[in-house]
C-alpha cells in the first residue's frame, strides 16, 4: 500500500513519542494518500464516517443494514477501497478511543473503559489491547507520565 515510503513511515511511529503522535502521523500519511488518489465511493465514505462518528462501536451488521446492503458486501467494498474490512478498521477506532481515555485519566477503571469503549468486556480489552500495543492496559498506564505528556519508558510486554 505505501510501497517504498513503507521504510520510513515504520521508522517515524517508533521514533514517535505518544500514541497521539503516531496517529497524527498515521492520519497525516493516510490522507495525503487519500488526496492522491481518486475519492471513495459514496456508500464508503458514508460507512467511514458512521464508523468514525461511533468510535467504532457500531456493530458491522448494523452499520451494513443502515446502509442497505450485506456485510459481505461491505467488507469487499472496505477491501477494495481502504484496505482493511470495516470490522478492523473499527477496531483500531475503539483502540484509539481507549488510548486516549487512558492518558486523559490513568485512574479510569478499565471496565468502565472497555464498556464505554464497545468492548464486551474487561478481558476483552485486555486482549485487544494486547496484541495492538503489544503490552496490557495496566503496564501502560503505569508508564504514563503526568499530565498525559507522553510515556515515561518504551512499553514492552
Not at 485519566?105 to 485486555?126: F, I, M, P, S, W
Request: positive net charge.
Amino acid at each position: 500500500m505505501l510501497g517504498v515510503s513503507s521504510p520510513r513511515l515504520v521508522e517515524q511511529l517508533y521514533e514517535a513519542a505518544s500514541w497521539d503522535a503516531r496517529f497524527d502521523l498515521l492520519d497525516r500519511t493516510i490522507l495525503l494518500r487519500l488526496e492522491q488518489t481518486p475519492s471513495a465511493p459514496a456508500d464508503v465514505t458514508w460507512a467511514w464516517r458512521r464508523l468514525r462518528e461511533t468510535s467504532g462501536r457500531l456493530a458491522i451488521g448494523e452499520l451494513a443494514t443502515e446502509l442497505g446492503c450485506s456485510r459481505r458486501h461491505l467488507t469487499s467494498r472496505f477491501r477494495d477501497q481502504i484496505g482493511p474490512p470495516p470490522k478492523t478498521v473499527a477496531r483500531i477506532m475503539r483502540f484509539r478511543r481507549v488510548v486516549r481515555l487512558l492518558e486523559r485519566d490513568a485512574g479510569t477503571r478499565l471496565a468502565e473503559v472497555a464498556q464505554d469503549c464497545g468492548y464486551y468486556d474487561q478481558a476483552h480489552l485486555n486482549r485487544d489491547f494486547r496484541e495492538l500495543a503489544g503490552t496490557t492496559p495496566s503496564t501502560y498506564i503505569g508508564c504514563l507520565l503526568p499530565d498525559g505528556i507522553g510515556l515515561l519508558a518504551q512499553v514492552r510486554a
